[in-house]
């Protein structure tokens, strides 16, 4: 489906990481920060500051 829909996003994907982790290191250099593990982990002190998770259930 990412390949149908969004080439341009899988050629960028040169390293072949699973999507999340490859989303989340893009996000972090459109931000001109430097890239962290991908989001996901609900003991992650930064789970508020997730763009990848519903945070609703975390208050």
Known sequence: ???RY???LV???TGNLRWKKFLAQQRAFSLGIEPGPAPGCPGCAR???CAFLDTSEYG
């Open 1 to 3: 489906m990412l390949t």
């Open 47 to 49: 789970t508020m500051d």
């Open 6 to 8: 969004f080439p341009a």
């Open 11 to 13: 050629a960028l994907n």
